[in-house]
Every structure is written in C-alpha cells, then in structure tokens.
C-alpha cells in the first residue's frame, strides 16, 4: 500500500520511522512532545498542501493515526472519538488498546467490522513471523495461528497484546510491536488515500 504523501505529511513520517520505529504496546508517554505540538497545531490544509480533500473524516484520521504513532495517545483520543466511519472506530480501537484498556479496544473493534487492511495486516504478520530466527515455543504458536485462520482476528491480537503487556523484551513482544507498526502505516495509507 505505497501511498505518496504530501511533503508535510511525509516529514512526519520519516520522523516517527526514524526515532519510533516500533512504538511500544503500552506507552508512558509521547515519543516526541514537539512533534505533538506540531501535529495538534497543524491544520488539514497545512498537512494536505492544497490538496483538495473529499473527506474530512478521513483527513482528520490522519491526524489522529500521527499522534498515535508518537504514542500521544490522548491527543489522538480527542480526534478519534469524533471520527464516525470504521476506520476512525480502527484508531480509537488501536488507541484503548495502546491505553491498555482492552474490553473498550473490543468494543471499538467490534464497530470496526472487517476493515480493508486486515488482509494485508495479516500477510505482513505472517512475512514478519516467517522473518524471525529461532522463535519461542509462544511465537510459533502465535504465528500458526495467524497462518492457520483465513481472516485477521483483530480481538485475538489484542488478548495477544495483553499477555505481552508485562514481558517488555521477549520475542512475541517484539513481533507484536512489528505487527502494531505495520498496522498504523497500512491504517495511514488507508486513510490518507481516502481523504483525498
């Protein structure tokens, strides 16, 4: 899902790749408190340079997925609870999840439904899985299980995160936090493609 971002957004990104690559499930706190204060004060003009929106809701998650993703989880909270299409119900789910409050995650993945990402989410899971040497006993059993069910089980990944939740440096912890970064880029490409 390459998508080719306006330069604002774009510098945003190559920010958060450079010094959050893999956000952790559970933040304490912002990544980058000026980059927060960038993005809360940036308009959708000022991040989409003229170009023309066709759907606010959508421009406004790219706000809230931005946030997310320097783990400014409140801000992003402020935007997402305002967003009424599934994909806005997708970052308010990543966000509680993230929190960790995990029965409103639920929640909020059920008004998801089935997204669109959740086919490629699943195939980057899978890749990243197959990428890893030597896996624990637990992430061979995580990574059957993403192969052997045909659709994303986005409840399951949160149970998933909730096990890991205390266990910062084992190798399901790591592998969930790649999960997590490709599903906020995929969520973004997503996004940015229908605002515009």
Not at 85 to 110: C, L, Q, V
Request: glycine share 4%; hydrophobic share 35%; with cysteine.
């Amino acid at each position: 899902m390459d998508v080719a971002y306006t330069s604002a957004i774009a510098e945003v990104i190559e920010k958060l790749e450079t010094g959050n690559p893999l956000p952790p499930l559970v933040p304490k706190n912002a990544w980058s408190n000026e980059l927060t204060d960038e993005l809360v004060a940036s308009s959708l003009e000022d991040l989409f340079q003229g170009q023309s929106l066709k759907d606010k809701i959508y421009g406004d998650a790219i706000i809230s997925g931005l946030l997310l993703w320097n783990d400014a989880l409140n801000d992003s909270h402020d935007i997402s609870q305002n967003l009424s299409n599934n994909t806005g119900s997708y970052w308010h789910g990543i966000m509680h999840r993230r929190e960790p409050d995990y029965s409103n995650a639920k929640y909020w993945f059920g008004r998801v439904g089935t997204h669109p990402i959740f086919p490629f989410l699943r195939e980057r899971a899978i890749s990243i899985a197959k990428e890893i040497q030597n896996p624990s006993d637990a992430l061979t059993q995580i990574a059957q299980t993403i192969e052997t069910q045909e659709h994303w089980d986005a409840y399951q990944f949160i149970d998933w995160c909730q096990e890991a939740e205390n266990d910062s440096s084992s190798d399901v912890t790591h592998f969930l936090q790649q999960v997590q970064a490709e599903e906020i880029k995929l969520l973004l490409a997503y996004s940015y493609r229908n605002a515009i």
